[in-house]
């Protein structure tokens, strides 16, 4: 009798992991009300005019200089096309940097603050 109801007990513990387990999975396919609408992109925020740039292209290199003639420091990023973008970093006033990009002919598409 002990031994139909240990087989009993385990049959049970079985089922009941099993459907705690199919409940789960069907709970993660069910959208939440989150996500019913598009997903959005993060909006970037483009660099002010007062950042000035200068290109020099290349067939597999282009270098891009940019000179902060603003009155505060910036934190920004050089979007290139058909290149590799550079890193976040900052710039004082009336400071130059520059970045060299490899690619096919990339050059310089937009300059954004990060």
């Known amino acids: 009798m002990s031994r139909t109801l240990r087989s009993l007990s385990v049959a049970g513990a079985a ?8 409940g789960g999975i069907a709970q993660a ?3 939440t009300a989150a996500s019913d609408g598009p997903a959005v992109a993060p909006r970037e925020t ?7 740039d ?7 290199y282009t270098t891009v200089w940019v000179t902060n003639t603003c009155k505060r420091n910036y934190r920004i990023q ?3 096309a ?7 970093f900052s ?3 009336g400071q130059t ?10 050059y310089l598409d937009r300059i954004i603050l990060c």
Do not use: Q
């Open 91 to 93: 710039i004082t006033p």
């Open 15 to 22: 089922v009941f992991a099993f459907s705690s387990l199919a």
């Open 78 to 80: 050089l979007i290139m």
């Open 97 to 106: 940097r520059s970045h060299k990009s490899r690619g096919a002919s990339p």
């Open 29 to 31: 396919d069910t959208p």
């Open 46 to 52: 483009t660099a002010p005019k007062c950042m000035l």
């Open 82 to 88: 058909r290149g590799a973008d550079s890193r976040c």
């Open 54 to 60: 200068k290109e020099k292209k290349g067939t597999i």
